[in-house]
């Protein structure tokens, strides 16, 4: 995963009086177009937007924090079976099962079943009018409406589409192209809330989704699962909050933004539950660890687990995909769900369902067990907003199995099972979460960070942890090490320091900071 230089836009936070630089939550955001010079690093106009008052008029002045609206691309190989989630050379190529993973027989909806996700059960005990109080929003490609496996409430009068166009139609245009890969929106939302379907290859007959009569609201925000701006990610949260959502199904991510952070946050004190995928690999090629925005703490991180209970992880050397996972801080606020050879709707192709994989496809599914039990589980009266989201999560944890050896690596706080987390009350006596924010304090000034009068040691941590988690070789000098959790020996800090100053990746506002702090550090 990298991120691809998009200069022309910021996007920006003003600061109400009285913030406290304690998290991303209290100041008002907005994406805003910037001239650039020519060969500016986007970094250094961010740092040239907080100190220039011209042309922030029209939000009532400079603001005390930007950061660049970067594109957010996931290098990807094509392949067959064992390739990307939505590759192939056609959108309408034959989807096989990938036999790389533990699969006993091909057969669509094994996932659902009792010995796996259990959500063909949980459904079967949750009305039809119940699940229709659940209002759940899908971000993601759009969706393919003529696909018969679209939800039966679907509300697109409420959708929108924030990956250019008509900000009214959230449906995916299927344009195909090396970066474009439709369907993939399709795909999950058959996942989530699908109709009834029949696959005659086979011989499944049912509803492909988890929670088949939600209300779903789908919000585009790609044009593809591997290549998406920052302000998308954003606004697609901030519209889920709006509209009064109380679940959120994310099957993609990328690098950490505060705007990300901001929206997360507003979306957790809304009562909004978010669920987001963990990330994929590709053999051992980077990402290692989980990606943002599931690795904040107020979103519940979706791993991969297969048929067979195993971890969807193999070391070593092998080009298929496979999921992301940790760091053991992150694992918390982490469930396991069923992939790959899970079904996958495919976009333009008929009633064509082939098989899918990645952690998008367990995504969906812990989303929909979400919204199962919040349709049986009333909240009682008095009850906060962000206590419905910590409700539901430790309902989902406290039933997950947790009988893997190493459950705790991979699969975070355990393997989905839905119909016996309809059976967890509802707890008001859990603590919030704290409130997310990007942070890299491996490169924060003794006191610096707490005194700054505007963003400015908050841009330089942003842009840190953004070159870090895009070097190998950064990551190797850290020794492992989390940034977010873990405190590194002052050697070693130096060491990255330095390093990271010579990196031609960085802004000349970090490489000046980075030099200010080593002698600190000497």
């Not at 509300?155 to 166009?165: K, V």
């Not at 039990?373 to 309902?395: D, H, K």
């Not at 700054?452 to 840190?464: C, I, K, L, R």
Request: with cysteine; glycine share 12%; charged share 20%.
């Amino acid at each position: 995963m990298f991120i691809g230089n998009h200069p022309g836009r910021l996007l920006v936070e003003r600061r109400r009086p009285g913030f406290e630089s304690a998290g991303a939550v209290a100041g008002d955001w907005s994406a805003v177009p910037r001239s650039p010079r020519p060969a500016a690093h986007p970094w250094d106009e961010a740092h040239r937007a907080v100190h220039d008052p011209a042309g922030f008029e029209a939000i009532g002045g400079p603001p005390a924090y930007a950061e660049p609206d970067f594109v957010q691309v996931f290098p990807f190989p094509r392949s067959d079976s064992g390739g990307f989630e939505s590759g192939g050379t056609g959108p309408c190529d034959d989807r096989g099962a990938d036999d790389f993973w533990p699969l006993a027989e091909p057969r669509h909806g094994w996932h659902l079943d009792a010995n796996h996700s259990q959500l063909g059960a949980a459904r079967g005990r949750v009305s039809e009018a119940d699940a229709r109080r659940v209002r759940v929003a899908h971000l993601d490609t759009g969706y393919d409406p003529d696909h018969p496996s679209r939800p039966a409430h679907l509300r697109p009068d409420l959708g929108r589409n924030f990956a250019g166009g008509d900000p009214t139609d959230s449906t995916d245009p299927g344009r195909h192209s090396l970066t474009g890969q439709p369907g993939h929106g399709t795909a999950t939302l058959a996942l989530l809330a699908g109709n009834r379907v029949a696959v005659s290859s086979t011989g499944f007959d049912d509803f492909l989704g988890g929670c088949p009569f939600a209300e779903v609201v789908p919000i585009r925000v790609a044009d593809s699962v591997v290549h998406f701006q920052t302000s998308s990610m954003a606004a697609g949260l901030n519209h889920a909050a709006d509209i009064g959502a109380w679940v959120v199904s994310i099957s993609m991510g990328g690098m950490p933004a505060r705007a990300w952070a901001a929206a997360v946050n507003r979306c957790y004190e809304a009562g909004v539950a978010v669920f987001a995928a963990a990330g994929n690999r590709f053999g051992p090629s980077p990402p290692w660890t989980t990606v943002w925005p599931a690795r904040f703490g107020r979103v519940t991180a979706v791993c991969g687990v297969t048929a067979d209970g195993t971890p969807y992880y193999k070391p070593g050397l092998h080009r298929h995909m496979q999921g992301c996972f940790g760091p053991s801080g992150k694992m918390q606020t982490a469930l396991a769900a069923y992939t790959p050879n899970t079904p996958w709707a495919m976009m333009g192709c008929g009633s064509g369902v082939g098989f899918g994989g990645g952690t998008s496809s367990a995504t969906p599914q812990a989303a929909a067990a979400a919204a199962l039990w919040l349709a049986s589980n009333p909240a009682p009266a008095g009850t906060a907003p962000w206590q419905r989201v910590e409700a539901v999560r430790n309902a989902l944890f406290a039933a997950a199995d947790r009988s893997h050896p190493e459950a705790g690596t991979y699969f975070g706080r355990g393997v989905l099972k839905a119909d016996a987390a309809l059976s967890m009350p509802f707890r008001t006596d859990l603590p919030p979460a704290p409130v997310d924010d990007v942070r890299f304090p491996w490169v924060r000034m003794v006191g610096g960070f707490e005194s700054a009068a505007d963003g400015t040691e908050e841009m330089y941590e942003v842009e840190a942890l953004q070159v870090f988690l895009q070097s190998p070789a950064l990551q190797e000098l850290a020794g492992g090490a989390d940034p977010l959790a873990d405190q590194l020996p002052t050697a070693d800090r130096r060491r990255l320091v330095d390093a990271m100053g010579e990196s031609p990746r960085i802004s000349e506002a970090l490489r000046a900071h980075l030099s200010r702090l080593a002698p600190v550090l000497s």
